[in-house]
């Protein structure tokens, strides 16, 4: 008899242990908080920014430059950067826009192989018009921020075994002094690089961007060397003036319920979020992949080596183990979630929780979030996007959050890498043949807040998307 009822209970138990979970942990969709003309505070920045690659064009001595035309093609749209969005000559006419939109805050990339084009000869020339794009931006009165390296190498170190080979931090190293010395005048914001564990997942882990590798091992040992040149860098800028950090790409991720979705959610987590920060922040990088390589390396040189952190964040992970998928892991948006051009969850409630989060692990640190924006060809989410993510920063700015900016990425279109030109994240869409700029109603929105330095009200916003309808 008693038997009859056992099964029943078991049924029972099973289904809370396993079952209600997964139900009540089902991802929670965006929620987004009422506008109210929320004000943020006295010199808040308001930016956008270019990276070197990404805008400039022409820049012949970077390993990306020989690769892009290789076969197989590497970028889904067939395209090379080729002269990109002509950025390099037309600097001057999307700061004086930027300006002219109420920014007060502004980003660009150099690069190394354009400024340094063989090991050890530096080009003058390229020092000075970097020079004069940042005495253009100091002109109009906006705090600058450089990054001096994001995923391209010259052509000769790469060849050379790229951050494998010793004599490449060698080079770094005078490299980064010489961008100290020509430009520290003029610099309020440095970033040694941008995404560097981006560079080693998809360098070394999965082989997509080079050096084009599958070898885990070696990868992991790279963050260890891109944590210690952070740290070098920061000890040859300091210096020359400016406040020196680092520019991450974080993604919020959240486990898809079960206690192995739950184990993979915590290992990818710490590799892509923490590993390197926390290295920067403790002066010990610890990398523990279970299955794979490991890590456990004392920098004391890289300990509290971030005077402010650059928060790159554009979506939520949902993350589920899966025997099959390389990593053990699928990445994805959440059931029913709003996506982006690009597949992305948009999801603005985790720039506030990924923030939380940062502020927790560590106290105190200033954080401007320097990227957050989505592809979206035809300009349609893309005012939502911006308004529901900054609603949420203004929540954690109340909050007591030390954060002193906001930059939307992009001013402009620009190359996205693998993806080429098809995604489009500007503010300005650039006319790829003639190279014109084309206001977007997104751009007169951020205008409307950088200007005024508040979100509008919702009865304000159609109008201010659309004020040739207003009349
Ligand atoms: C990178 C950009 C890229 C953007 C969107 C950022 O973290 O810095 O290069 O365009 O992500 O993928």
Not at 157 to 174: F, K, L, Y
Not at 197 to 209: K, N
Not at 315 to 322: K, Q, V
Request: aromatic share 12%; net charge negative; proline share 6%.
């Amino acid at each position: 008899m008693e038997i009859l009822y056992a099964i029943p209970a078991l049924a029972l138990i099973a289904g809370t242990l396993f079952w209600l979970p997964r139900r009540l942990r089902r991802p929670r969709l965006a929620t987004a908080l009422p506008l109210t003309g929320q004000t943020f505070p006295d010199g808040f920045l308001w930016g956008t920014g270019e990276d070197a690659y990404q805008h400039e064009g022409g820049n012949e001595h970077a390993d990306w430059y020989a690769w892009e035309r290789s076969e197989p093609h590497p970028f889904a749209d067939g395209s090379v950067a080729g002269r990109c969005v002509d950025f390099w000559n037309r600097y001057e006419d999307d700061f004086s826009r930027a300006a002219a939109d109420g920014q007060n805050f502004h980003r660009i990339g150099v690069e190394w192989s354009r400024l340094e084009p063989a090991p050890g000869i530096y080009d003058d020339a390229a020092f000075a018009h970097y020079r004069l794009m940042l005495e253009s931006l100091k002109a109009k009165g906006m705090r600058v921020a450089v990054n001096l390296w994001h995923f391209t190498l010259p052509a000769w170190a790469a060849t050379a075994g790229a951050w494998e080979n010793p004599q490449t931090m060698v080079r770094w190293e005078a490299y980064v002094g010489e961008c100290g010395r020509r430009f520290g005048d003029l610099v309020d914001y440095w970033s040694t690089m941008i995404d560097a564990q981006i560079y080693v997942l998809r360098g070394y882990f999965t082989g997509e961007i080079p050096p084009l590798k599958h070898d885990p091992a070696a990868g992991v040992r790279v963050l260890g060397t891109l944590a210690h040149a952070h740290a070098r860098a920061y000890h040859i800028l300091k210096p020359f003036g400016g406040q020196v950090g680092m520019i991450y790409f974080f993604s919020l991720c959240q486990s898809a319920g079960n206690p192995l979705d739950a184990f993979v959610t915590d290992q990818f987590d710490r590799l892509f979020n923490w590993n390197l920060p926390d290295a920067l922040h403790t002066g010990r990088l610890r990398v523990a992949i279970a299955g794979g390589p490991r890590l456990d390396q004392s920098l004391p040189e890289a300990a509290g080596t971030l005077d402010w952190l650059g928060v790159n964040y554009y979506y939520r992970e949902i993350i589920r183990f899966n025997p099959r998928a390389q990593g053990l892991v699928d990445r994805g948006p959440a059931p029913g979630a709003a996506l982006t051009d690009m597949g992305w969850e948009i999801y603005p409630e985790g720039l506030y929780r990924l923030c939380k989060a940062l502020r927790r692990r560590y106290p105190g640190m200033p954080l401007v979030i320097t990227e957050n924006g989505l592809a979206d060809r035809g300009d349609e989410r893309r005012p939502r996007f911006i308004l529901d993510h900054l609603a949420w920063l203004h929540r954690l700015l109340a909050e007591g959050c030390p954060l002193l900016g906001y930059s939307y990425w992009a001013g402009t279109d620009n190359l996205e890498w693998l993806d080429g030109f098809v995604p489009k994240f500007g503010l300005y869409r650039v006319d790829m043949q003639t190279m014109e700029r084309r206001e977007t109603a997104s751009a007169r929105l951020y205008r409307f807040i950088a200007t005024n330095n508040r979100l509008p009200r919702e009865s304000e916003v159609a109008d201010i998307l659309n004020p040739a309808v207003a009349g």
